[in-house]
């Protein structure tokens, strides 16, 4: 192989490696092991993960959802008059994005973001609770807003009181 050839593909090959690191630094690694979420005694949603190759330093996220929930008036008896004294709320939900330290490149959480449920200007007449009936959140979505890396999470509800509409399909 004559000389010329040998020094273009150690120069190329040189070129290659000092670009590399570069390359690797580009994509963090990160990904999520696990994330689920399930509903507070609240009606809140709550949110676990477990998430690994992002470091050491802080990363953020942010949590979405479309919400719905089911507000009712409830009598003395424990239940609900066949009035309309109920109102259904529904719409997205977006969290602040909400930092965590990792620990050995990895973030490990315990119902570490909560959001919701949908507020409801619902009144009671006198004599009557004001309850809330049933949540349900879809298309949940934790981004880690860092690393740019998303998981998408099962749907999530609860029936606290059986009335019409509830439990939610």
């Known amino acids: 192989m004559p000389r010329l050839v040998k020094t273009l593909l150690l120069l190329a090959a040189a070129a290659v490696l ?5 390359a690797a630094m580009a994509t ?8 689920t979420g399930s509903v507070a005694n609240s009606g809140a949603l709550q949110v676990s993960w477990d998430e690994a190759g992002v ?12 919400a719905f929930a089911l507000y009712a008036c409830i009598n003395g008896g424990g239940n609900h008059p066949k009035a309309a004294n109920k109102q259904s709320v529904n719409g997205p939900l977006t969290s602040p994005n909400t ?18 449920p949908l507020p409801s200007t619902l009144v009671c007449p006198s004599g009557q609770t004001f309850v809330l009936a049933c949540v349900k959140y879809t298309n949940i979505v934790l981004t880690d ?25």
Do not use: W
């Open 18 to 22: 000092a670009l590399m690191p570069q």
């Open 28 to 35: 963090s690694g990160a990904h999520f092991f696990s994330a």
């Open 55 to 66: 470091g050491q330093q802080q990363v953020n996220y942010t949590l979405t959802t479309d």
């Open 99 to 116: 930092g965590f330290q990792p620990e050995n490149g990895r973030v490990k959480v315990t119902n570490g973001i909560s959001l919701g």
């Open 145 to 169: 807003t860092t690393n740019n890396v998303s998981a998408s999470i099962a749907d999530a509800s609860r029936t606290f009181v059986n009335i019409t509409g509830c439990p939610i399909p």
